[in-house]
């Protein structure tokens, strides 16, 4: 890593101080660029031109998203969004009425929202997982359970868009694995700041999101799927032609790829701009990106609780998202004094976090969310003016 070449490629971290890469982060100007000149091509050419002259380009999404979480690029679909991808994995899945969902209490909303549905709608159950004293999964409760519900599927969400925490994925793996259980991880958060193994992980399924710490373009994602869940010819609900070939009147053929989660229709120009912002965090490397993104968050968590806030990241492998409020759990003078500093950083609600929040008594707090982009000199900057 060469922070001062990253910084000059990064063209929104040079007025302000920019906090917020769990929320949407800054594009290198290799994105942008990308992205703009197809644009230019589409309005000479027309779209379909233009994706024909970009083919090449456009195929090495996959080998890069797979590169990047150490997989194949057959394993690998695009998706307009990590929720997008989700919804997918999970409509491949033929739940019935009176099947279990084992997922914890630190889940994202929509993911809690979406097996709510299915309870509403399927009769699909769903259970979650003890945390134990230190706040980490209680793996030994997880297997209690899968022995008791024999579940459809076990979700857990890698790290919570709420607090800094990193959930023991891979140990939650073993016992899937062990039990033979479909396995689906919610990487939104984890991919791009942090090493991502599926092989190590042993999931079925990995969804992830490009606007994030990817430092890609909204509307981007991706979904990882399983050889096993390919080889069981798994597929969602709803097919096109890009998933499938359609080879009798009354028939059709599922592609032998992850592509079959895919449709046909996409913004051309976000693929390519995700893509350019794959491989630039694949050149620097992911372990170079996760080493110094733990370095400026325990800097940041040090600081802050030295000044007296209370920081709410529980567990004992936390991660950039930082989150904090007051000794008396308010967040409004921290607020305008971030804002007037020129600080950009987010807020967390009691309606995206329901259990956590509940258990930590808090309806709101302060999320901040360092990258490799951000400086030791940041940190403190921050540090030293809400003192």
């Given amino acids: 890593m060469t922070l001062d070449i990253i910084r000059e490629e990064t063209v929104g971290c ?36 233009s994706a024909d002259r970009k083919s090449e380009h456009l195929s090495q999404f996959y080998t890069e998203a797979a590169r990047l979480i150490n997989t194949r690029p057959d394993n690998i679909a695009f998706a307009i969004s990590s929720t997008d991808a989700y919804a997918k994995a999970l409509s491949s899945i033929e739940f019935k009425e009176e099947d279990y969902i084992v997922t914890t209490n630190d889940d994202y909303v929509s993911n809690q929202i979406a097996f709510l549905s299915l309870q509403k709608k399927r009769g699909v159950n769903f259970i979650r997982v003890k945390n134990l004293p230190d706040h980490e ?9 899968i022995k008791k519900y024999n579940p459809k599927l076990v979700a857990v969400t890698y790290v919570p868009t709420n607090s800094g925490l990193i959930q023991n994925v891979e140990g939650v793996g073993k016992i899937c694995r062990q039990y033979d259980v479909l396995y689906l991880v919610d990487a939104c958060q984890a991919v791009g700041q942090l090493v991502v193994d599926v092989n190590k992980i042993g999931c079925d399924f990995l969804t992830a999101t490009g606007r994030k710490f990817m430092r890609g373009p909204r509307g981007t994602g991706f979904l990882y799927v399983s050889d096993r869940v390919l ?15 359609w080879t009798d ?3 059709y053929t599922l592609l ?46 040090t600081g802050l609780q030295n000044k007296g806030f209370r920081v709410l990241d529980q567990g004992q492998n936390l991660c950039s998202i930082i989150t904090f409020c007051a000794h008396d759990s308010s967040i409004d003078h921290i607020y305008r004094i971030l804002k007037e500093n020129n600080v950009y950083f987010s807020v967390s609600n009691k309606s995206n976090a329901l259990i956590d929040f509940t258990m930590k008594n808090l309806d709101r707090a302060i999320r901040l969310s360092p990258h490799y982009f951000n400086t030791a000199e940041e940190i403190n900057e921050v540090v030293k003016m809400l003192k």
């Fill in 137 to 145: 999964l209680d793996l030994e409760d997880l297997e209690n359970l």
């Fill in 14 to 49: 040079t007025d302000k101080i920019f906090l917020s890469s769990a929320g949407g982060s800054l594009m290198p100007k290799s994105v942008v660029e990308t992205m703009i000149n197809h644009i230019f091509l589409e309005q000479q050419h027309g779209a379909y031109e």
């Fill in 249 to 251: 009147f009354d028939d």
């Fill in 256 to 301: 032998g790829t992850a592509k079959r989660f895919e449709l046909w229709e996409t913004s051309v120009s976000s693929v390519l701009g995700f893509t350019e912002a794959l491989k630039y965090a694949n050149e620097i490397g992911m372990q170079n990106i996760e080493n110094y993104n733990k370095k400026l968050a325990e800097s940041l968590r």
């Fill in 231 to 245: 080889e069981k010819n798994m597929a969602p609900v709803f097919l096109d032609m890009a998933g499938a070939e």
